[in-house]
């Protein structure tokens, strides 16, 4: 099996999607989810994260008074992809492999999925978006009408613009899930650690909802430094995994990576029926 596990420092290709690396040009800002460098300190951190703290359009929030209309369904067209897997600190994320022909995670202008056989992309609203990695969080961070689900997955994607669209799904307790086992068992347990397996193979779909309905609002990225302006399509319908994988996934972090709920302030969540 051609498993390779290897520690690297935590680099720009290893971080969550619009996190900062850089208080000045060599020394990075250090942020986490508790205490001082927690999320009710992020603003303060550095004027690089001070959308943490004054941006009107912040991600997560409660998905309550939403209005329901005829959104578009999203078009998935997930592909098989090996596993490579990177513990960062702040999450254990799958990031997706760089197709030789597309050479870049940003489709061209008037690309379509024909394009795209090898790769992983979404259409949403007749835009085409690339998938760039998807990643767990423990609570999740969006909630329905105050409550938490166990988990929460979320599945980055960029289009030609370099716009963000984050396809979200709810993970509640119940049985096993075969997948999440999979993604488990190649999760590396230190930090900085990644984990390259050629021979397994993973495809995102196996993580959707069965029911594709959803709610959209425009927000943030839920990490530092909390950049707006991105599409948010959170899944009805959650995925279940076991309480013991629920625990597992936790243990292997070794904390919640959880931002609370921000204002919504004059957004509005629609919601597609």
């Not at 999450?91 to 790769?119: A, C, I, M, N, W």
């Not at 190649?186 to 709610?215: C, I, M, T």
Request: charged share 20%; aromatic share 10%; net charge negative.
């Amino acid at each position: 099996m051609r498993l390779l596990i290897r520690t690297a420092m935590v680099l720009s290709g290893l971080m969550l999607p619009g996190m900062s690396l850089h208080a000045a040009e060599s020394e990075p800002i250090t942020w986490g989810y508790e205490g001082d460098r927690g999320p009710f300190q992020w603003g303060k951190l550095g004027p690089e994260f001070s959308l943490c703290d004054k941006g009107m359009s912040q991600s997560p929030i409660d998905l309550l008074h939403s209005h329901k209309i005829g959104l578009d369904d999203i078009q998935f067209s997930y592909k098989d992809a090996p596993f490579h897997v990177i513990n960062n600190g702040h999450t254990l994320e799958e990031l997706e492999p760089l197709s030789e022909t597309v050479k870049s995670r940003y489709p061209k202008h008037g690309q379509t999925v024909l394009h795209f056989e090898k790769d992983s992309t979404i259409v949403l609203d007749g835009d085409l978006y690339l998938l760039e990695q998807f990643h767990f969080h423990f609570p999740s961070e969006h909630t329905v009408d105050q409550r938490h689900y166990p988990m929460e997955l979320h599945l980055v994607h960029h289009n030609a613009r370099h716009e963000a669209a984050v396809v979200a799904v709810f993970m509640e307790e119940g049985k096993h899930n075969p997948f999440f086992e999979t993604f488990l068992a190649h999760a590396p347990a230190n930090v900085g650690e990644v984990v390259d397996d050629h021979e397994h193979f993973v495809n995102p779909n196996d993580l959707l909802p069965k029911g594709r309905s959803y709610y959209r609002y425009f927000g943030s990225y839920t990490t530092p430094p909390c950049h707006e302006g991105v599409i948010w399509a959170v899944m009805h319908e959650p995925i279940q995994v076991s309480a013991e994988q629920i625990q597992r996934f936790r243990s292997l972090l070794g904390h919640d990576n959880v931002r609370p709920t921000q204002p919504l302030h004059k957004r509005f969540v629609l919601e597609s029926h």
